[in-house]
T-cell receptor, first 113, second 114 residues
Framework: GDSVTQMEGPVTLSEEAFLTINCTYT??????LFWYVQYPGEGLQLLLK?????DKGSNKGFEATYRKETTSFHLEKGSVQVSDSAVYFC????????????FGTGTLLAVQP | DTEVTQTPKHLVMGMTNKKSLKCEQH?????MYWYKQKAKKPPELMFV???????INESVPSRFSPECPNSSLLNLHLHALQPEDSALYLC?????????????FGPGTRLTVT
């Protein structure tokens, strides 16, 4: 079945470091891909999305490109801040009757000053 | 406005209590969702409502009873819960399913069953 695999965390970085969080997916079709972020004690916030191959989603300095050939959707940011500390979830959906999201396990990012 | 609101923020209940969680959105979305999230895990889908009709029940125990009174409101009625039901309960909404629309999540209700 379809699935999403994320790199194990926690990822610990110093402020202003470059961030990459790896996400790969297994899909029978052509899903849309999302990154959600969850700050401590809060719900999930949509960070960015891409709906087809080669699309690049971007928001708040974060970027991810939908790579069909490598079935990947890696999240990147050029310079992280302490305020970026959170759990990041990669997810996919085909829409359809339920629009069910399939999540990865989440990656905890801790940014130190 | 992309806000989904949930009340209460925290809830402590005994195993014999009956309580309800409430979710509201005013984005004109016609699909609403309930998720359960345990610590350090991704959210797990429980229920999906599409155009106020239940379209998915992910084999959730009957002690959880969803209700969608109108297109803006979603309730989750709780009765005779177990301690293992303690979790963060998240509500989400999206444009009606068919296309892979993004889901917008509320802040959640932290439920503790004693």
């Amino acid at each position: 079945g379809d699935s999403v695999t994320q790199m194990e965390g926690p990822v610990t970085l110093s402020e202003e470091a470059f961030l990459t969080i790896n996400c790969t997916y297994t899909a029978t079709g052509y899903p849309s891909l999302f990154w959600y972020v969850q700050y401590p004690g809060e719900g999930l916030q949509l960070l960015l999305k891409a709906t087809k191959a080669d699309d690049k989603g971007s928001n708040k300095g974060f970027e991810a490109t939908y790579r069909k050939e490598t079935t990947s959707f890696h999240l990147e940011k050029g310079s992280v801040q302490v305020s970026d500390s959170a759990v990041y979830f990669c997810a996919l959906t085909y829409g359809g009757a339920t629009n069910k999201l399939i999540f990865g396990t989440g990656t905890l990012l801790a940014v130190q000053p | 406005d992309t806000e989904v609101t949930q009340t209460p923020k925290h809830l402590v209940m005994g195993m014999t209590n009956k309580k309800s969680l409430k979710c509201e959105q005013h984005m004109g979305h016609r699909a609403m969702y309930w998720y359960k999230q345990k610590a350090k895990k991704p959210p797990e889908l429980m229920f999906v409502y599409s155009y106020e009709k239940l379209s998915i029940n992910e084999s959730v125990p009957s002690r959880f009873s969803p209700e969608c009174p109108n297109s803006s409101l979603l309730n989750l009625h709780l009765h005779a819960l177990q301690p293992e039901d303690s979790a963060l309960y998240l509500c989400a909404s999206s444009q009606a399913p068919a296309e892979p629309y993004e889901q917008y999540f509320g802040p959640g209700t932290r439920l503790t069953v004693t």
